[in-house]
């Protein structure tokens, strides 16, 4: 038998250009901290220092409101819809140009493969200026009267899992209705973020108009407590949604939120089984599982759960985890030690609660924040790992005899952000796409994203939508 | 998925068989077809491509199905299969030379002691439209002139029309006269159309007998793709899971570039398995792929891009 | 009204209870507080509902919550319609009752029945409508059918208007249900009969019980335990005034993260009611597949 390994097909490092240190983007230039103090950025892949980033204090996000403020006032505000567009594929434009750059940035600073971040994260970023630069011109046919107005200025909070693409969720959307922004990135991933305001730059975006404050937990909280903004936009866990949401009562302030979620993957027997295996892989190992929306509770039903089981091991053991930027690898970098800490820490609570572990059998680097892909057999709804999101590359796998019994099983749960179905009878689909209480049922297919489809959870999963004409409405007076 | 016992049953029967192969896993286009799609993105470098490279060139059946084939050009062909590449002896040979069952005999001749093998088309190639007899007699044929390969050609309209059976029983027949020659079977999916005609035709030539399927003639468009390949690979590994018989895939027809062959053996790799990595379970059915692989192989040995005119041209 | 022997006749006077699973239960507390009239004259004791009582009422709309939603739109149409003509046919009553509570004229509050009874008629229209005007084919860049459709949200807990003791309470509650949300409703608290009255019309509509479910009390005693119950989805603050209680309210309601429609400042229920409140409480579901062969 020949022996087929692949050898380390590395993407080049050379096209990034990473500064040892980065200040605040705030009215169109690069600043210092007025009361922060300084953080790193760390290569969850190596543990090397990538640059220091300035975390935001109070006064820092005062001004870059201020900053969103006045330019909404003077310049985006009474800018005509038309000429937004343009500024807003201007950027579409040069994300494209530089996406190579940007897709090596956001391996190296969030672990996740070059594969993902060159063939999903950036084609999808450069696809969301683009859809949204055609609505800034359109709005009045959105469904939102004739002439909907814009909030004012927008501030955004966004997670580590997607740093650039959910940047582009909230930005292009924002800014095509009208509205400015003050955007935080991840504390430990703010790069990408900073390299898009030299995107703006380049595009000659009116100054003020994205401002992006880098920082931790409390530079997000002077931010969403402000003032002077108008509207709230938060991506993240569901637990700080809950207190962005319980700090906002009371303020009139609009708020949207996407948070996190524990979505069935539903397999029945007469699924394309080969895709409904590859549909399991993409849903609950994609960028390590660190998604809000994975298929982390697998639903099989029992006639074929022997059977899709060894399917699903034999191909969890092809996966190749390692090195973020060689072109081969699936499953890269766990984002940082604190997740980590918590993957393993769910991980072991599953073992303690009786589930069986199972993980596939591939070597890690020695340096790093690596996690194996896992699957947990043996799990019943009373389990914590069926419960809780543990936003890493782990999977509980559960059965059900019947239609009525997954679809209950699937909605028991406080979140309701996404599901899965897996079957080959048409009705079936609809039947259980009708009932899976999640904004977004991907049917024989999974983690799929797209500017044009919206999305966004039920429940505790938070509330709003984001893409398509319904993202419109977070960023709108109405 | 079934156990051997119950397999034993499936050809019992019209009716037995037709519910064993409805009964298989449905094929989702698009999720196939985006698997094949990032399975070919996988990066092949270094060592790992010039083992591929190498691999892929001992993976060839070095084709000519011409009207306008004659000896001379036979000849020509199995004098390049045997000597791939005259300017470095380290080249492999191909696995096998393919023609039509007239040329078998020439082909034979040329090739004796070399250790390529003969392939003949067979069974009224390419359509298959032709009385049983008829093709019986035309491998009866190649096999006596030599061939230690048939590749016949499924009757689609058989197929297409649910008449398994029948299909079964003259898949039958040809393993039967074929002796000891291995039996290819084409299923000529282009015409087969869906993934799911293509995993019930894979199984239907697997439980008949074949030691290899094959993708296509290479008379009809499209002919053989990475995700039809994807589906025939699935189709062996469950096979083998089944019944514990390891049967050979060809992809054949329309695979002219070296990148591409190492898509296909990526596949392999990562779908059947590197146990399917051998000349024994996986071939090229292809005439110009070999020059680009050897060009490739000049490009890695030498680290200049290779010339046209630094390959034979038969 | 005179009787034979000269007398007056002694009226008989109903009984104002909460509507709760669509029976005519008092409170389980056993308490009752007076509602007078605009002037202060004494009109009748209504249930003042306790915690419990929210309790049941919110296990009452989940129980009624997933039979309502699967309904097709045609038959929520017909049973809101419905309400209307029931409505229609106690036009008196409800003016009576309207007067009465809000200190208006036979005219004026005529025309605050006229207007609650057009607008069940308006929102009912809407039942088959809101999948096209809400929901979505998208446009998706690769080989998959997409498409969102607005879903109800749930169980959906509303304040009602204090200054518009019919009108107000039907705007709030029929955007609920039309889109088929189950409703818990706390009537204003100062003028709740006409919507006990109101659920005496639910009753008689062919409204399953428990989809619509109204206490009468103090908004600041069962408010909280509406906005805080794990099985609300939504949280309909229209006819809280105080913004303190608003804010608590609204702080309670992220305890879930239930949808929230906030107070609008100087509500105008005559007014064309928009998608707005309807839109508060559904959820755009999108489904994705793909197109092969």
């Not at chain 1, 870059?64 to 567009?85: I, L, N, Q």
């Not at chain 1, 895709?275 to 099989?300: D, K, M, T, Y």
Request: glycine share 10%; aromatic share 8%; hydrophobic share 45%.
């Amino acid at each position: 038998m020949a022996v087929f390994e692949y050898a380390p097909a590395p993407e080049s490092r050379a096209v990034v250009d990473i500064a040892s240190h980065y200040g605040l983007f705030i009215g169109g230039e690069f600043v210092e901290s007025e009361d922060g103090k300084p953080f790193k950025s760390v290569n969850p892949a190596t543990e090397e220092v990538l640059a220091e980033v300035t975390g935001a204090g109070p006064r820092d996000v005062d001004r870059a409101v201020r900053a969103a403020r006045a330019a909404y006032e003077k310049v985006w505000g009474p800018m005509s819809g038309a000429d937004r567009a343009k500024y807003l594929y201007r950027i579409a434009r040069i994300v494209q140009e530089r996406s190579r750059e940007l897709a090596v940035l956001e391996s190296l600073d969030n672990g996740k493969p070059i594969r993902e971040s060159r063939d999903v994260d950036l084609p999808l970023v450069a696809a969301w200026f683009f859809s949204y630069a055609g609505w800034a011109d359109k709005l009045g046919y959105a469904g939102f009267g004739p002439d909907p107005r814009p909030l004012g200025v927008a501030a955004q909070v966004i997670p580590w899992n997607f740093p650039l693409l959910m940047l582009a969720w909230k930005i292009a959307t924002a800014l095509a209705c009208g509205n400015t922004v003050v955007l935080k990135p991840a504390e430990t991933t703010p790069l990408t973020a900073l390299a898009f305001a030299d995107i703006c730059r380049q595009a000659e975006l009116p100054a003020g108009v994205v401002n992006i404050v880098t920082g931790a937990g409390g530079t997000g909280q002077a931010l969403v407590s402000h003032g002077g903004v108008d509207k709230v936009a938060f991506t993240g866990s569901t637990e700080v949604g809950r207190q962005i949401a319980g700090s906002l009562a009371g303020t009139g302030r609009r708020l949207t939120l996407e948070l996190g979620g524990k979505a069935a993957n539903v397999v029945f027997e007469d699924a394309p089984l080969d895709q409904a295996v590859e549909g399991i892989v993409n849903g609950i190992f994609f960028n390590q599982g660190q998604v809000c929306c994975a298929g982390s509770r697998l639903l099989v039903q029992e006639s074929v759960y022997d059977e899709v089981l060894g399917r699903l091991k034999r191909r969890m053991a092809t996966l190749r985890v390692g090195d973020p930027l060689d072109k081969n690898t699936d499953v890269g970098a766990i984002n940082s030690p604190a997740q980590l800490a918590r993957i393993r820490e769910l991980s072991e609570v599953g073992e303690a609660e009786g589930a069986e572990r199972w993980s596939a059998p591939c070597a890690m680097p020695e340096r790093g924040y690596w996690f194996p892909p896992t699957l947990f057999t043996g799990v019943t709804q009373a389990h914590r790992i069926a419960r809780e999101e543990i936003f890493g590359p782990v999977l509980s796998v559960l059965t059900f005899r019947t239609p009525a019994e997954a679809v209950d099983k699937a909605n028991n749960t406080p979140y309701g952000l996404s599901a899965g179905v897996w079957t080959e009878k048409g009705s079936r689909i609809l039947w259980m796409a009708q009932r899976l209480r999640a904004g977004v049922v991907w049917a024989n297919t999974f983690n799929k994203f797209d500017p044009a489809s919206p999305f966004g959870g039920y429940k505790e999963s938070g509330y709003g939508r984001e893409g398509g004409r319904h993202g419109l409405e977070a960023y709108l007076a109405h | 998925m079934t156990t051997t016992d119950t397999l034993a049953d499936v050809a019992t029967s019209a009716s037995a068989l037709r519910r064993f192969l409805h009964g298989l896993p449905g094929v989702d286009q698009v999720g196939a077809e985006e698997r094949a799609a990032r399975l070919a993105a996988r990066s092949v470098k270094a060592t790992a491509k010039a083992f591929a490279l190498d691999l892929a060139v001992s993976m060839v059946d070095l084709t000519t199905l011409e009207g306008q084939d004659t000896p001379g050009k036979v000849r020509a062909l199995c004098a390049k299969a045997a000597r791939p590449d005259p300017s470095d002896p380290a080249a492999p040979r191909v696995a096998a030379v393919c023609v039509y069952p007239d040329l078998v005999a020439t082909a034979k001749r040329a090739l004796a002691g070399s250790g390529v093998r003969v392939a003949s088309v067979a069974t009224a190639f390419p359509s298959g439209r032709a009385a049983r007899a008829v093709k019986i007699a035309d491998v009866e044929y190649a096999v006596a002139a030599g061939a230690d390969e048939v590749d016949m050609v499924i009757d689609r309209g058989a197929f297409l029309a649910g008449d398994y059976l029948a299909l079964y029983d003259e898949i039958g027949a040809v393993k039967e006269a074929c002796g000891g020659a291995h039996l290819k079977v084409i299923l000529e999916t282009g015409e087969l159309v869906t993934y799911d005609n293509v995993r019930r035709a894979s199984w239907l030539a697997m439980l008949a007998g074949a030691d290899f399927i094959k993708t296509s003639t290479g008379k009809v468009q499209p002919a053989a793709t990475l995700p039809v390949t994807l589906v025939m690979l699935e189709a062996v590994r469950d096979f083998r899971a089944a019944v514990g018989r390891q049967v050979g895939v060809k992809a054949a027809g329309g695979i002219r570039a070296a990148k591409d062959a190492l898509r296909y053996l990526v596949v392999v790799n990562e779908t059947a398995g590197p146990a399917w990595l051998t000349p024994a379970l996986y071939r090229f059915g292809a005439s110009s792929l070999l020059n680009d692989l050897l060009m490739q192989r000049q490009k890695l040995a030498t680290g200049h891009y290779a010339g046209h005119d630094y390959v034979t041209e038969d | 009204m005179p009787t034979d022997n000269g007398s007056e006749r002694v009226e008989v006077r109903k009984a104002y209870k909460l509507y709760i699973g669509g029976a005519f239960p008092r409170s389980e507390s056993g308490r009752s507080y007076p509602v007078s009239d605009a002037r202060g004259r004494f009109l009748a004791n209504a249930a003042l509902a306790s915690r419990k009582d929210a309790r049941d009422a919110v296990a009452a709309a989940y129980k009624a919550w997933p039979g309502w939603s699967a309904r097709t739109g045609y038959n929520r149409d017909q049973i809101l319609y419905r309400i209307a003509e029931m409505l229609e046919g106690r036009r008196d009553q409800f003016a009576a009752e309207v007067a009465a509570a809000e200190g208006l004229s036979r005219a004026r509050a005529a025309a605050q029945v006229s207007a609650a009874i057009d607008r069940w008629v308006w929102y009912a229209g809407w039942a088959d409508k809101l999948a096209q005007v809400l929901g979505a084919g998208n446009q998706v860049s690769g080989p998959f059918f997409n498409f969102s459709v607005p879903e109800p949200a749930g169980v959906v807990a509303a304040v009602a208007p204090r200054s518009s003791s019919l009108l107000g309470l039907v705007s709030v509650v029929a955007p609920v249900i039309v889109a088929g949300n189950a409703c818990v409703v706390l009537a204003a608290e100062d003028r709740p009969l006409p919507a006990v009255s109101l659920a005496e019309v639910l009753a008689t509509s062919d409204l399953p019980g428990g989809v619509v479910n109204i206490l009468t009390g103090a908004v600041a005693e069962v408010a909280p335990w509406l906005a805080s119950h794990f099985d609300v989805h939504g949280l309909d603050l229209a006819g809280v005034e105080d913004p303190a209680l608003a804010a608590d309210l609204e702080r309670a309601a992220a305890g879930n993260l239930k949808r929230v429609l906030l107070p609008e400042r100087e509500p105008d229920w005559t007014a064309d009611p928009g998608l707005t409140r309807m839109r508060a409480f559904l959820e755009i579901k999108t489904v994705w597949h793909p197109v092969g062969i």
